[in-house]
């Protein structure tokens, strides 16, 4: 079985850009699609990108996904960050043998 | 819309059973692959189980292989997870979420979750 590891936490000011990152223990990033989540406090997790890059409709252009082969990682970029972007964000991917599998999760602050 | 509305949570004491279902509307149920995802208080996702759309093909997670069960009644646009043998850790908030029609998967449409309680 594979793991993502994603950092506990990150911080940002409101207007910046950050990087959210999720590092595949074995096997391929670009294997296998990865999809980002977002969940607010309280509320049911949403889409934020899909496939590695895809944005679904209302999601604004400002969150963008991309993966790395030399890290072996995917990553959630969001830029001018706003305060309502504070939430958990958990990256999620699969292979033939793992249906399904999340990472643990970030935990976003704009302050 | 399309909406998922989960229900059947409560509190179960140890080694009991709690029977889950999901409701859902606004879509062509049958043509979709669905999951039961749950988070623990406090803690990250962790993918339970899944279904395909004809109920054909099934996969759960080792941590509740054997002691739960995933099905759905397509005529009633259903979704259920029979809970076994439950255990402390088993206490969640269990989400039903739609599995997306493409290539890539993931889950694009999600319910708004049922808590279960383990506790004696």
């Known amino acids: 079985n594979f793991m993502l590891t994603q950092p506990r936490s990150v911080s940002e000011s409101p207007g910046k850009t950050v990087t959210i990152s999720c590092t595949r223990s074995?096997?391929?990033?670009?294997?296998?699609?990865v999809q980002w989540y977002q969940q607010r406090p309280g509320s049911s997790p949403t889409t934020v990108i899909y496939?590695?890059?895809?944005?679904p409709s209302g999601v604004p252009d400002r969150f963008s996904g991309s993966i790395d082969s030399s890290s072996n990682s995917a990553s959630l970029t969001i830029s001018g960050l706003k305060t309502e972007d504070e939430a958990d964000y958990y990256c999620?991917?699969?292979?033939?043998?793992?249906?399904?599998?999340f990472g643990g999760g970030t935990k976003l602050t704009v302050l | 819309q399309v909406q998922l509305v989960e229900s059947g949570g409560g509190l179960v004491k140890p080694r009991g059973s709690l029977r889950l279902s999901c409701e859902a509307s606004?879509?062509?149920?049958?043509?979709?692959?669905l999951s039961w995802i749950r988070q623990a208080p406090g803690k990250g996702l962790e993918w339970v189980s899944y279904?395909?759309?004809?109920?054909?093909?099934?996969y759960y997670a080792d941590s509740v292989k054997g002691r739960f069960t995933i099905s759905r009644d397509n005529a009633k646009n259903s979704l259920y997870l029979q809970m076994n043998s439950l255990r402390a850790e088993d206490t969640a908030v269990y989400y039903c979420?739609?599995?997306?029609?493409?290539?890539?998967?993931?889950?694009?449409?999600w319910g708004q979750g049922t808590m279960v309680t383990v506790s004696s």
């Open positions: 279904i395909s759309s004809s109920g054909r093909t099934i």
């Open positions: 979420a739609r599995v997306r029609p493409s290539e890539g998967g993931g889950f694009d449409i």
């Open positions: 999620q991917s699969y292979d033939s043998s793992n249906p399904v599998v």
């Open positions: 074995s096997g391929s990033i670009a294997s296998n699609y």
């Open positions: 496939e590695n890059n895809q944005r």
């Open positions: 606004g879509l062509t149920f049958r043509d979709y692959y």
